[in-house]
């Protein structure tokens, strides 16, 4: 149970954990790590009912003033839908609007007390801002999803602005994402190089916000999460975020969304949807996950191009190239063996 703690930490679900085993009187069984995981459970849900609130106000209403629309991704958009207050844990507070507007909202952003500690350059598609207020969030004004060399999909940040519709984000009228591009949008995020769908939260994430839309008898528009995902070239990556979110219990219908089974890519996608990957993700390398997700062959060939002129050097990258089916079916086959002794 410990092992499950320490996880439970590293994948941004404690609470979630905590607000289980309470349920299912099971705290007990925690051992030492029961004060531990308590803890956590209570800071996070004093930062929902006391910070967040201000932080998206903080955040947002400077904006909407100066007659911007920033659309809220993922964090505060999310936390709403989970049953409690404090179950979705985040670091940080995502707006997104588009380039041109970039240099005016950070006007309006430092007026109100924010200080910029990163700003966006070459290859890096957000401004990073800190408020004395909120020390322990800070916020992300994007212009972008993803830098041009590495990403993933070809999912475009304006046009899902120009589809943004007012939500109120705990209690500050904002804007948010309809559902399919939602769906399509958090996939993408949970898909993207460097993140790998290696944290559990962004499953999580999936669940409760097709979970309250059933709740609430609001229909859920496959045909349009599969046209969004194709247009925007993560009809993989969306098929691999659902095949995972099925897990969590999201009925998503799997004859729409299929994933890659043969060669390289099926090699890869196999682990990545194996009950094991929470805890052996570190296993496949990450340019070989990015090359399965990849829709398109154009796409593909670019993964493959910026790893053979990275710091590798051309003959290292190509033998991990030619290596790299040989070495994960060891991997996997060592994963299975590693279940099947207990």
Known sequence: MEVASKASLDHRIAPLLW???TAAEAVDNLGE????LSDVYEVYRME?????PRAVSLAVEPLTRAGLEPVVLKGPALASRYPEAGLRPMEDIDLLLPAEQHHEALRALRDAGWVVARPARRDVYDTVLTHKDIPSLALELHYALESGSQR???LDATALWKLR?????IGTPAFGLPLPEEVVYLSAHAGKPHHGFFRMIWIADFAMVVGLADERGDEIDWSRIQAVAADASCATVVAAALALA???GVDAPQEMFTLPTKGWRGAAIRQLTDVSWPLAHLELPGYHLNYALADTRRRRWQILVVLLGSG?????????LVRAPAALLTRATNTRRRRQLG
Request: proline share 3%; charged share 25%.
């Open 165 to 169: 519709q007012p939500i109120d984000c």
């Open 48 to 52: 929902a009912l006391l910070l967040l």
């Open 152 to 154: 993933v999909t070809a």
């Open 246 to 248: 099925r897990r969590a």
């Open 19 to 21: 607000r289980t085993l």
């Open 33 to 36: 790590a029961r004060a531990a």
């Open 312 to 320: 590798y050097g051309i003959g290292k990258a190509w033998r991990r």
